[in-house]
Nanobody, 117 residues
Framework: QVQLVESGGGLVQAGGSLRLSCAASGSIFSINTMGWYRQASGQQRELVAQ?????RTNFADSVKGRFTIKRAKNTVYLQMNSLKPEDTTVYYC?????????????WGQGTQVTVSS
């Protein structure tokens, strides 16, 4: 079993910054991808940023130039700068992890990010 523990959400004014962290623990053989998704009420969950095991990253167009992502061992960090009110929603950590020879997808519990105008 793998657990993802998130931290770092909160309330910030527009233009401000927040850093989200997500630590993976458990019976991890290797991590294929780690990243962050977000889901607004009534909307589909969408990819925000992702780091692949070879170091490549993917970002949603809406956050390019404002957000960065990096991974250190089993923890992934999302640095969010120049935050906008439209970034307000719940952010979920996601990890694709190899456990006992099988790739499995795990999700964190979600952390609220609120950007006031």
């Amino acid at each position: 079993q793998v657990q993802l523990v998130e931290s770092g959400g909160g309330l910030v004014q527009a233009g401000g910054s927040l850093r989200l962290s997500c630590a993976a623990s458990g019976s991890i053989f290797s991590i294929n991808t780690m990243g962050w998704y977000r889901q607004a009420s009534g909307q589909q969950r969408e990819l925000v940023a992702q780091v692949i095991s070879d170091g490549r990253t993917n970002f949603a167009d809406s956050v390019k130039g404002r957000f960065t992502i990096k991974r250190a061992k089993n923890t992934v960090y999302l640095q969010m700068n120049s935050l906008k009110p439209e970034d307000t929603t719940v952010y979920y950590c996601n990890a694709n992890v190899r456990v006992s020879g099988v790739d499995r997808l795990y999700w964190g519990q979600g952390t609220q990010v609120t950007v006031s105008s």
